[in-house]
């Protein structure tokens, strides 16, 4: 299958957040789990693992959690009730109807550890740099085959009912919940600081 260039993937990922309900093919999905399982992870532990939610019921009952979440955490800050700037009250904003949306997402992917949730630095650092870089693998996997995603991690400000509509064990843990689809939007560069602008040369520039 030809897709685009690595450079245009690099650049031209970013959150979609409206995604058509079509299906995605399964085809699709294990590509994309697959170019995740190819990261690199502390002491090549791969301790991660990966439930694809592509049922209709499992998903309504996760979308009716997240939506619940949605309500109470979320559109405070997107109904100006907490006084947030207007750019970050837009932010809220789109998450907030993404949350009300959620139910028609086709595929979620839920990442996780087969690891207790650490509680030290140095422990938080290997254990969540074991899982981000196969997030990011399965995202940029993802935009090569023309699938929207975007990374959300509000369930963990309730994780357990998410836990048990999956049957995730007590022993798993969830780190984000990445939904999938064929997006609306068009691919194009995201608004980002100038990487100038935080680059900083042999030592901390407090102009930066």
Request: proline residues 9%; aromatic residues 10%; hydrophobic residues 40%.
């Amino acid at each position: 299958m030809s897709g685009p260039g690595f450079e245009e993937v690099l650049f031209t990922t970013r959150a979609m957040r409206r995604m058509r309900p079509d299906p995605v093919p399964e085809a699709e999905l294990r590509y994309i789990v697959e170019a995740a399982t190819q990261a690199a992870s502390a002491h090549n532990s791969q301790t991660w693992g990966f439930v694809v939610v592509t049922d209709r019921a499992l998903r309504q009952r996760m979308a009716d959690a997240y939506r619940a979440l949605a309500e109470r955490a979320v559109k405070p800050g997107a109904d100006g009730s907490m006084g947030l700037p207007e750019d970050e009250r837009k932010i809220w904003a789109h998450a907030y109807e993404f949350g009300k949306r959620f139910h028609e997402v086709p595929a979620l992917i839920v990442c996780c550890m087969r690891a207790t949730r650490p509680d030290t630095p140095v422990w938080s650092s290997s254990f969540y740099g074991s899982i981000y870089p196969a997030i990011q693998n399965l995202m940029l996997a993802a935009r090569y085959r023309g699938l929207g995603t975007v990374l959300t991690t509000l369930h963990l400000s309730d994780e357990p009912p998410f836990k048990k509509i999956l049957d995730i064990p007590d022993d798993v843990c969830t780190v984000a919940i990445i939904p999938v689809g064929y997006p609306t939007g068009e691919w194009k560069r995201p608004v980002r600081k100038p990487a100038e602008g935080v680059t900083h040369w042999n030592r901390w520039d407090p102009r930066r």
